[in-house]
């Protein structure tokens, strides 16, 4: 049976609750969320000589998840990621959403799902998150009501299902924005961590960061992720703008991916700990966003200090950047009398 303890941890401006919950397994394995962006807060696993360690980037006080630039554990929606130029045509009718990165809008605006305060409450073994979205939320069209379930087990499997319903038709795309550190959230850089992808592409980005609407095959290339390989050597190349991001911040495609299936997106490993999380999802996609931006930005962090670039990697299981406008892509729009649904597991063990 899973234990879960809750308390107040903090106050928003405004006066309303922000609640940490405790998920505790047999293990003594233990996830911290808060309903404060639906946020996952912490997740302390054992590495291969049983230490216990918290993988995940966070901060020391629920303050420092005010408006972080980056949506550190966070929930983002309505739409996570990119639309080129903050434009998007629904049912014939053009929107302008809020241009809030470069020439695009990113992660759904500035006051997205990440920065709000969600209902929550304690299900048996789980915790249950509630947002109301409004008509005309951050220029988005119809009421959306989401719901985040979080689960995690005594195999230290944390599961994340997103429930989604409108009554207009509206692009929704929700992700959630947790770091991964497997040698623990303090120790530097995690470019020696090595990733596995269940991928043979990645998508084309140009210099603005969207997608082109081609994928490339990433035989032979930094992006080749079909064999475990370190982000390290690849972090400095051409190919495919990673240069020009700073690092890896890219969208692959789920090879063989089918709606409403939950598929395997790949695996992280940490030669240094033996930690490994195995990554399943519904979607199609999986961002692989190895911390670039990291520095400068970054509230008081869970063991007093500042995360430096590449901190941690997230690893983002989410529809593809701009399919609102790319008919090619697999289509994000949600009509009144559907259900979205979406899972993620986060499988942790060691090797």
């Known amino acids: 049976m899973m234990e879960i303890e809750q308390h107040l941890w903090g106050m928003t401006p405004e006066g309303e609750a922000i609640v940490l919950y405790t998920m ?95 209902e929550s409450r304690v299900e048996t073994n789980r915790v249950v998150m509630d947002l109301l979205s409004e008509d005309g939320d951050q220029g988005y069209p119809g009421e959306l009501s989401v719901e985040a379930i979080f689960d995690f087990d005594d195999e230290c499997s944390l599961e994340i299902t997103y429930l989604a319903r409108t009554d207009r038709t509206t692009p929704v795309n929700l992700t959630n924005h947790v770091y991964f550190n497997l040698s623990g959230e303090a120790s530097g850089p ?55 991001f700073r690092g890896y911040d890219h969208p692959f495609v789920i090879e063989g991916w089918k709606p409403g299936i939950l598929g395997e997106a790949g695996y992280l490993r940490d030669p240094h700990s033996g930690r490994q999380v195995e990554v399943l999802t519904s979607q199609p996609g999986v961002m692989i966003y190895t911390g670039n931006w990291l ?21 983002e299981c989410q529809n593809h950047p701009d399919a609102v406008n790319r008919p090619e892509f697999p289509s994000p729009l949600l009509r009144p009398g559907e259900l979205y649904c979406q899972k993620t597991v986060y499988r942790f063990g060691t090797y």
């Open 24 to 118: 505790r397994n047999a293990q003594g394995a233990e996830v911290k969320l808060t309903n404060y962006g639906a946020a996952i807060v912490s997740i302390v696993v054992p590495d291969r000589e049983g230490r216990m360690a918290d993988v995940a980037l966070g901060y020391k006080r629920p303050e420092g998840y005010f408006f972080d630039g980056a949506a550190s554990g966070k929930t983002v929606g309505r739409v996570a990621n990119r639309i080129a130029y903050g434009r998007m045509t629904i049912e014939g009718e053009e929107y302008a959403l809020e241009v809030n990165n470069g020439p695009n809008h990113l992660h759904g605006g500035t006051k997205n799902f990440a920065n709000r305060v969600w």
């Open 190 to 244: 995690v470019l020696d961590h090595e990733l596995r992808l269940n991928s043979t592409q990645v998508l084309e980005m140009n210099e603005r960061q969207i997608p082109t609407g081609r994928l490339l095959d990433v035989a032979g290339t930094p992006q080749d992720f079909t064999e475990f390989r370190p982000f390290r050597p690849g972090i400095d190349s051409e190919f495919n703008h990673i240069r020009d």
């Open 295 to 315: 520095a400068g930005g970054c509230p008081e962090t869970k063991s007093g200090g500042r995360y430096a670039d590449h901190a941690g990697v997230a690893i």
